[in-house]
């Protein structure tokens, strides 16, 4: 009897062991399952952050090409200085002696003329 009660307690635990069996089974395939649900959404995740940097970057490099434009049709300030100094020389030369020998032969146009149109009338007035 003895022999009986071992086997049927040896038989209930085989039993109790493949009744846990299935059950780490099944959560061993439900822990998988979202481990694979969970690596899939990390790689979408993953790969939206990738287009977005790279959406980023070409708005940088868009806009590191604009300066690189602008840099090559704007004067440099050096040159900007010098063509500055050399027109305001021009400037203040006209301002001492070339505007004042340009009215002085204006004015010498302007008397000779006058001076032609009188003798004109003079001569005419004789006649």
């Known amino acids: 009897m003895s022999d009986e009660i071992l086997l049927e307690k040896l038989l209930a635990l085989r039993d109790l062991i493949d009744e846990r069996d299935v059950r780490y089974e099944q959560r061993f395939k439900a822990m998988d399952e979202k481990t694979s649900l969970a690596l899939t959404a990390s790689e979408k995740a993953v790969a939206k952050a990738e287009i977005a940097t790279e959406k980023r ?67 005419w007035s004789k006649r």
């Open 57 to 123: 970057f070409d708005s940088v490099n868009e806009f590191r090409g604009q300066l690189k434009d602008q840099a090559a049709t704007l004067v440099p300030r050096a040159e900007a200085d010098s063509r500055f100094r050399g027109l305001e020389e021009k400037i203040e030369s006209l301002k001492t002696g070339g505007v004042a020998t340009n009215r002085w032969t204006m004015d010498k146009v302007i008397v000779l003329g006058l001076a032609v149109i009188g003798w004109i009338i003079v001569f």
